[in-house]
């Protein structure tokens, strides 16, 4: 049965590297008009003409960043692309060009790969980012994907971590914590399936959180929002580490303090129930889970009746002077002061 299987999958060595490269990339568009030359050179060739160009890279290791074990390949793909886009929107900027570079184990077949691009080829396709590059290589243990994501703006549209003023509001795009609870799920069900391989694990009640780890979405409707709604972020960044880390990076780029308010905090209802479940504080796992993959930015209190009542947004707190302090007010109105915990923190909690 398993030499029947292991037959109708293709090596990677019969393709070569060359081989492998073409196959994999062969289907991707070039959409942009400032990809002058893609993949099939020794280079890419962009031409940004008087924008400013944004260049953002991520590595992302087997084991470290992602488990294999119920990361499906094509989600994988999905992921890295978005965890790259994300950064390129956090600077308010359009992306535009992906390159994508992967080390693989034989353990791989070909099939594997394609279902790794055929996610890479569906987030390009839904954010409209060029593939224009890569490498392929061998790994003697697990996957090694690293993506470089480009993307453009015109100088003064670009929001940096550092221009955050006192007075400023916070704000939130989505809801936080739920890529989070849904790691906290799935590494469950992996030890429920280790115990027994046949149980069924039904993850329908689960949908919304497991998705938010499985497939996020970088938030380019954000940025497309925001310019729609004439709103300039004095300060952005993604949520990738988790809130508390985002915000404490915002404050100190930008010499302010913060007062961030619990009950402000957007969390979706099966947030609150799963940790509810789990016996997690929900404002922790906020705070700390990460992988949120949302947006964080500043604006000037000028600008508040631009975002009231979004559903998008959600106003959290607001900037201090740098010598006040940064600090959670929580819902008895005591005033935490804010550290960067790391996902460490839920094991000694
Ligand atoms: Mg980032």
Redesign the pocket.
């Known amino acids: 049965m398993l030499e029947e299987k292991n037959q109708e999958k293709t090596s990677l060595e019969s393709l070569g590297e060359f081989g492998l490269i073409d196959h994999l990339t062969k289907d991707f568009p070039i959409n942009h008009e400032s990809t002058i030359k893609g993949i099939g050179d020794d280079a890419a060739v962009l031409d940004f003409k008087d924008k400013k160009t944004i260049v953002?890279t991520d590595l992302l290791v087997e084991g470290v960043h992602f488990d294999l074990s119920y990361m499906p390949l094509k989600h994988l793909g999905y992921k890295a692309v978005m965890v790259n886009l994300?950064?390129i929107y956090?600077m308010n900027a359009k992306a535009t060009q992906i390159t994508v570079s992967i080390a693989v184990s034989n353990r791989f077949p070909l099939e594997a790969l394609e279902e790794l691009y055929e996610g890479i080829a569906l987030a390009a396709k839904a954010h409209k980012v060029d593939l224009v590059g890569g490498d392929t290589t061998s790994s003697r243990t697990g996957m090694l994907i690293s993506i470089t994501a480009i993307g453009e703006a015109k100088s003064e549209e670009i929001v940096y971590r550092s221009g955050a003023k006192p007075n400023d509001l916070l704000v939130v795009s989505g809801d936080l914590g739920g890529a989070y609870m849904g790691f906290q799920v799935l590494e469950r069900e992996k030890e429920v399936f280790k115990v027994n391989p046949n149980s069924q694990p039904d993850l329908e009640p689960y949908s919304y959180i497991v998705e938010r780890q499985l497939k996020p979405e970088a938030r380019q409707d954000i940025v497309a929002l925001l310019k729609s709604l004439d709103v300039h972020p004095t300060s952005m960044?993604?949520i990738?580490d988790g809130l508390s880390s985002?915000i404490l990076h915002l404050c100190k780029n930008s010499n302010v303090g913060c007062n961030l308010y619990e009950d402000k905090i957007p969390l979706d209802p099966t947030v609150i129930s799963s940790c509810e479940e789990f016996k997690l504080d929900s404002t922790l796992v906020a705070l700390s889970g990460g992988e949120d993959y949302e947006l964080l930015f500043t604006i000037d209190q000028k600008e508040f009746p631009k975002i009231k009542g979004n559903p998008n947004l959600t106003v959290v707190g607001h900037t201090t002077d740098m010598n006040e302090g940064a600090f959670l007010i929580s819902r008895n109105n005591s005033k935490i002061p804010l550290t960067a915990q790391g996902w460490n923190s839920f094991a000694k909690a």
Request: aromatic residues 0%; charged residues 40%.
């Open positions: 953002s994300s950064d956090a960044i993604d990738s985002e």
